[in-house]
T-cell receptor
């Protein structure tokens, strides 16, 4: 089974509207972390937001928020007030194991291409 | 912030030659660096994990004799693609884990290196 599933290959949104990018995950480890990265056409991976499995509140970073539903194993990214510069590929990723684990790696989903139109 | 650089940013080489890609953490020490490979419009696939002063741990299916990884210091890891073939053409991205720091920013990514083998 895939550890990270992003079911939306592409999403369109109009400028200034909000958009939700879906991410579900699969792990039996009680301690894990979920990440969202943005990859523009230049290729660099830009960290957006992080949610730890034991965090009580949903993470927020400016216009980005993470809708964490632990029982459903979903970690959707919500971008509010979309901007043209938000057009990029978005990847959801998971780290299994505690934060201070020296050997934990990231597993990435297949990504969602977001296009923001004027 | 934590900055990771890669050199070169792009390289074209002939089939059969070897190519070395450098990954440096510029303003922090990284005990662990990761090498990823990304084909066009696909996700990042972890190739190997390298720890300073020890042998790299390769993911299943990655040829260790073809992709040589050397983590010579706490700020430098190199990936050498030996006897490159056109199928090795890809986007190679490294990331570095900070020794101490904000655990939620576990991995800092380099800007990537685009390799084209002719």
């Amino acid at each position: 089974a895939q550890k990270i599933t992003q079911t939306q290959p592409g999403m369109f949104v109009q400028e200034k509207e909000a958009v939700t990018l879906d991410c579900t995950y699969d792990t039996s480890d009680p301690s894990y972390g979920l990440f969202w990265y943005k990859q523009p056409s230049s290729g660099e991976m830009i960290f957006l937001i992080y949610q730890g499995s034991y965090d009580q509140q949903n993470a927020t970073e400016g216009r980005y928020s993470l809708n964490f539903q632990k029982a459903r194993k979903s970690a959707n990214l919500v971008i509010s007030a979309s901007q043209l510069g938000d057009s990029a590929m978005y990847f959801c990723a998971m780290r299994e194991g505690p934060e201070n684990s020296g050997y934990s790696t990231l597993t990435f989903g297949k990504g969602t291409m977001l296009l923001v139109s004027p | 912030g934590a900055v990771v650089s890669q050199h070169p940013s792009w390289v074209i080489c002939k089939s059969g030659t070897s190519v070395k890609i450098e990954c440096r953490s510029l303003d922090f020490q990284a005990t662990t660096m990761f090498w990823y490979r990304q084909f066009p419009k696909q996700s990042l696939m972890l190739m190997a994990t390298s720890n300073e002063g020890s042998k790299a741990t390769y993911e299943q299916g990655v040829e260790k004799d073809k992709f040589l990884i050397n983590h010579a210091s706490l700020t430098l890891s190199t990936l050498t693609v030996t006897s490159a073939h056109p199928e090795d053409s890809s986007f190679y991205i490294c990331s570095a884990r900070i020794v101490r720091g904000t655990l939620s920013y576990e991995q800092y990514f380099g800007p990537g290196t685009r390799l084209t083998v002719t």
